[in-house]
């Protein structure tokens, strides 16, 4: 026990080195295992355990996310489907020339390891893009949910994969587990009265890995159970709270498998070619998705960003090579290899993501040229009506400036969202919404801003950084009305002002003072009655 516990906290230690260097703290444990493994450390059973739990409750958030109708568009499962197997077709022959030629770890490999390791590299970083994503503040924005579809689409592709790489026959029993399915509102019901907090949590992890050994019990692989229990209740309302909840405990648990992969995984001198090698391959990955992304009508901005977020090689790809490693259909050496090329992938895409918007910027005219003449119907030009106002961000505080601006002042605003599902729900209430991405450049050369109607807008979205750049470009785009923006925290004010937002509502500082006032008119008197009661007289006063 002492043993794993050692090798866990210098796991952390090496984490929080690869985050402070703006790196995924997986890239951390890796480079902690192949440490540990050069000072003789070896896989404990505790670690072993961990690994395989951290996997399975990886499969069960991914099925907790699954929204099918995030897959539906063409340019989703069009293009992941078409890069998986161009990137197969491609790779396969590019491996097994350079084995010819004598490359190590290249010259003894045959057709079928070629294949199990293209279809892993095919892969790009889920863990990866949602990081990104979430610290732009830009998971809704279009280009977010292509790339986060598109990386749905392959982690399904590795669960069929690892589905069937068991070589397990089920039982005669097996369809006994079709029970499932009608099960849904059992679990919906519990799910509701799980309250949350601890009961959430523990009803994720029953339900996750529960549902993982009951499959296990029927000899099929507990990770499509896992999935599949995670799909089943996907469309309830709380299954993005639950997969918010095993959030933390996952990415403890998969601090196991990446732990134990560099562990039992050997780095040597002769496989920095067969790494450079996969590092270039990486360049042509890449072209491939923009060049997809545009020829599904996508805008050049859209397909260099979502190309970006998938810039990279999976932790799901190294899953399947595990995997493909302990059944004999690829060398063990190819763990190492895939490892290190994984986290120098990430090396590489983290800076280009990090400047991606001033990369388009930069390349914008260029990039331009590629674009088809005709576009999606989301990619088109952006007319917000007769709307007067617009309001930017349409959250709970976006939503709640709306219905204000129409019940209490007579205007008539315009929403902007980036979400397609927010977009929608609010469409269905009634509101006059519009989707586009306000940290998109183009979404303002897009917006028909200049027939003078729209006298007002409001940036309600929740990065000052975003609301900021909408300030900019607003400005930049010749907006002459008035901008008013939410802040959190004092120094954004002058932020937000240097940009030319004229009122600035902080959050915080205002909701105490709103709270305040809220009450007192409540227990003192009506608001616009013109009847004051007196308050009561405090003691002694």
């Keep these: ?57 990886l499969l069960f958030t991914i099925g907790l996310k699954l929204k099918l109708n995030s897959l539906k568009a063409p340019h989703v499962w069009g293009v992941a489907s078409l890069h998986m197997v161009a990137s197969v077709v491609l790779l396969v022959p590019l491996l097994l020339s350079f084995g010819a030629l004598g490359l190590p770890h290249l010259d003894t490999m045959d057709v079928r390891p070629a294949l199990v390791l293209a279809f892993a590299l095919s892969f790009s970083s889920t863990v ?56 849904r509102p059992v679990l919906g019901w519990l799910l509701d009265r ?27 692989k507990g990770d499509l159970g896992a999935l599949l229990l995670g799909v089943l209740i996907a469309p309830h309302a709380k299954s993005g709270e639950l997969a918010k909840a095993l959030l933390g405990l996952k990415d403890l648990f998969l601090v196991g498998f990446f732990l134990s992969i560099g562990l039992s995984a050997v780095p040597s001198l002769d496989m920095v070619p067969v790494v450079a090698l996969l590092l270039v391959a990486l360049l042509a990955k890449g072209f491939l998705f923009e060049q997809l992304l545009l020829g599904f009508r996508l805008r050049a901005r859209t397909a260099l960003l979502g190309t970006l977020a998938l810039f990279n090689y999976s932790e799901f790809g190294l899953i399947v090579a595990a995997v493909a490693a302990s059944n004999g259909w690829l060398p063990p050496d190819w763990l190492a290899i895939i490892a290190i090329t994984l986290a120098l992938s990430f090396v590489i895409a983290s800076p280009l993501n990090a400047q991606s918007h001033a990369l388009y910027e930069l390349f914008s005219r260029r990039l331009r040229r590629q674009e088809r003449a005709l576009r999606l119907p989301v990619e088109r030009e952006i007319d917000p009506g007769v709307a007067d106002a617009m309001i930017v961000g349409m959250g709970r505080v976006g939503r709640g400036a709306y219905d204000t601006l129409v019940r209490d002042k007579g205007l008539r605003p315009v929403g902007v969202d980036a979400d397609p599902d927010a977009v929608a729900m609010h469409e269905a209430a009634g509101c006059n919404v519009v989707q586009g991405s306000a940290t998109d450049a183009d979404f303002w050369q897009r917006l028909k801003l200049n027939d003078g109607h729209i006298k007002l807008v409001l940036l309600a979205m929740p990065q000052a950084s975003e609301n900021i750049f909408a300030a900019e470009h607003l400005r930049k785009f010749g907006f002459t009305g008035t901008i008013g923006a939410i802040a959190k925290f004092d120094d954004d004010e002058e932020r937000l002002r240097s940009a030319g937002v004229h009122q600035v509502f902080n959050l915080y500082a205002e909701a105490g003072s709103g709270l305040a006032q809220h009450v007192c008119a409540s227990q003192w008197g009506e608001r616009g009655s013109g009847t004051v009661v007196q308050a009561p007289a405090t003691p002694g006063g």
């Design 194 to 220: 799980a309250g949350h907090g601890e009961l959430l949590l523990l009803f994720g992890l029953t339900l996750g890995i529960g549902g993982a050994e009951l499959f296990e019990l029927f000899k099929v």
């Design 1 to 57: 026990m002492f043993d794993a516990v050692l090798l866990i906290a210098i796991a952390f230690a090496a984490g929080v080195l690869a985050r402070l260097v703006g790196l995924p703290p997986l890239v951390g444990y890796l480079v902690a295992g192949f440490a540990l493994h050069g000072f003789g450390f070896q896989e404990t059973p505790l670690i072993g355990k961990l690994s395989e739990l951290g996997v399975t409750l």
């Design 128 to 183: 990866f893009a949602v990081k990104v994503l979430e610290d732009k503040g830009e998971m809704g924005s279009l280009y977010g949910t292509v790339a986060i579809g598109i990386l749905i689409m392959q982690d399904l592709a590795a669960v069929l994969f690892l589905a069937f790489s068991a070589g397990k026959v089920p039982t005669p029993w097996s369809v006994l587990l079709l029970a499932v399915l009608f099960a």
